[in-house]
Nanobody, 126 residues
Framework: QVQLVESGGGSVQAGGSLSLVCAAS????????IGWFRQAPGKEREGVAA????????YYADSVLGRSTISQDKAKNMLYLQMDSLKPEDTAMYYC???????????????????WGKGTLVNISS
């Protein structure tokens, strides 16, 4: 089992930045893919970004491409999401998720991952 705990959410004005953090514990050796998802009120869950733990290949949703950077510290079992130029439409609950497989970004975006954190709330005001 893998446990994921997110932090770093908050309320900022449009144009600002936030850095989300995900701390992984448990059977972290089994994690092959890890990423961020978000869900806004009344909307479907959306994949935001993901990284393959071996090799570091990254994927981003078009909605955040160029404004966000996903990174990992494997020694500390930490995952980060730096978000810049934030927009009101970025307002959502952000979830850290991890999987034991390496699948395509389209797959994970649609079906999600094995393990999930409880989320951290991001609120962007205009």
């Amino acid at each position: 089992q893998v446990q994921l705990v997110e932090s770093g959410g908050g309320s900022v004005q449009a144009g600002g930045s936030l850095s989300l953090v995900c701390a992984a514990s448990g059977d972290t050796y089994s994690i092959m893919s890890i990423g961020w998802f978000r869900q806004a009120p009344g909307k479907e869950r959306e994949g935001v970004a993901a990284i393959w733990t071996a090799g570091g290949k990254t994927y981003y949703a078009d909605s955040v491409l160029g404004r966000s950077t996903i990174s990992q510290d494997k020694a500390k079992n930490m995952l980060y999401l730096q978000m810049d130029s934030l927009k009101p439409e970025d307002t959502a609950m952000y979830y850290c998720a991890a999987d034991r497989r390496i699948m395509g970004w389209v797959y994970f975006s649609k079906y999600g991952m094995d393990y999930w954190g409880k989320g951290t709330l991001v609120n962007i005001s205009s």
